[in-house]
Nanobody, 126 residues
């Protein structure tokens, strides 16, 4: 079973940057596609970005394209989400998730993922 732990959340002013990390254990990381999701208070969980098991393919939500970058280091069992030019609407709890299905033309829904981290809070405000 894949165990995931997020870190790197925090508070940042609009226009600032944060890097989220997702550390995997319990099973080889390169078996799984990894997705990042976020959930704001009172809203549904939404997909932000995902990467294939090898890291060679990536997909982003339109709302973060050009600002967020997902990348992974399978040797270190790590996946990252670099977030630049953050906006107040990026505020929420961010989760990484592991699954077996990935396509590079659209983000897969949360139900496609089998393993989830506990979440990291990101707050963007002035």
């Amino acid at each position: 079973q894949l165990h995931l732990v997020e870190s790197g959340g925090g508070w940042v002013q609009p226009g600032g940057s944060l890097r989220l990390s997702c550390a995997g254990s319990g099973y080889p990381m390169d078996y799984y596609a990894i997705g990042w999701f976020r959930q704001a208070p009172g809203k549904e969980r939404e997909g932000v970005s995902a990467t294939s098991s090898s890291g060679g393919s990536k997909v982003y939500a339109d709302s973060v394209k050009g600002r967020f970058t997902i990348f992974r280091d399978n040797d270190k069992y790590m996946v990252y989400l670099q977030m630049n030019n953050l906006r107040p609407e990026d505020t929420g709890t961010y989760y990484c998730a592991g699954g077996n299905y990935f396509t590079d033309d659209e983000l897969q829904p949360a139900g496609s993922y089998d393993y989830w981290g506990q979440g990291a809070q990101v707050t963007v405000s002035s």
